[in-house]
């Protein structure tokens, strides 16, 4: 049953909404996620890049908080106070060298 998963990459956007209290979503991770997933659409790379909403990684004061996972064959990514701007270095980082 156990295996890596089938993306080269897949990244993980905490979108949890509280009500009270610091959230990831208040903090914009929506939009990160939506920019990603529509680098990921646009550069045709659907079904080698996963970029998927995630729910709260309980550490809600650190957020907007995005996981990037490899293939398998290594350790994953931790992003913490991503900011708009820093979208692009992620994806400077993840996704542009699996387009070479
Ligand atoms: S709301 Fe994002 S880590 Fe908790």
Redesign the pocket.
């Known amino acids: 049953m156990e295996q890596h998963h089938p993306y080269e990459k897949l990244i993980s956007v905490?979108v949890?909404f509280?009500e009270e209290g610091?959230?990831?979503?208040k903090r914009g991770?929506v939009e990160i996620v939506e920019t990603l997933k529509g680098y990921v659409k646009k550069n045709g790379l659907k079904g080698r890049i996963r970029v998927a909403r995630s729910g709260?990684?309980?550490?809600?004061e650190?957020?907007?908080?995005i996981a990037v996972y490899p293939d398998g064959s290594d350790q994953g990514t931790w992003y913490k106070g991503v900011g708009p701007d820093d979208v692009g270095s992620i994806i400077e980082k993840h996704i542009v060298p699996l387009q070479k």
């Not at 709260?56 to 809600?60: P, S, T």
């Not at 650190?62 to 908080?65: A, D, H, K, L, V």
């Open positions: 905490c949890n509280r610091s959230c990831c979503a991770s709260c990684f309980g550490l809600c650190m957020g907007p908080n």
